[in-house]
């Protein structure tokens, strides 16, 4: 009999799956995401205008 190996996800609720991009000085967002804020800060060119932004595609809101 095979072993089971089902997994189960730890499930969080879709208003607190935060992502994190780059709003580049031209008004669009880099072409990628970030794990955290920090790889997103550390990413982003501040002194020539980009700004770091958290989103939530669920609701559609920026935080």
Same mark, same amino acid.
């Given at each position: 009999m095979? #072993?089971?190996?089902t997994?189960?996800?730890?499930w969080t609720?879709p ?10 000085a031209n008004?669009?967002?880099a072409?990628?995401?970030f794990a955290?804020?920090?790889e997103a800060?550390?990413? #982003?060119?501040t002194d020539?205008?980009e700004q ?10 920026d935080?």
């Amino acid at each position: 009999m095979a #072993a089971d190996t089902t997994q189960f996800l730890e499930w969080t609720h879709p208003r607190e799956e935060i992502e994190y991009g780059v709003l580049m000085a031209n008004g669009r967002l880099a072409p990628r995401t970030f794990a955290n804020r920090a790889e997103a800060e550390q990413w #982003a060119h501040t002194d020539e205008g980009e700004q770091v932004v958290e989103f939530n595609h669920v609701c559609s809101c920026d935080l």
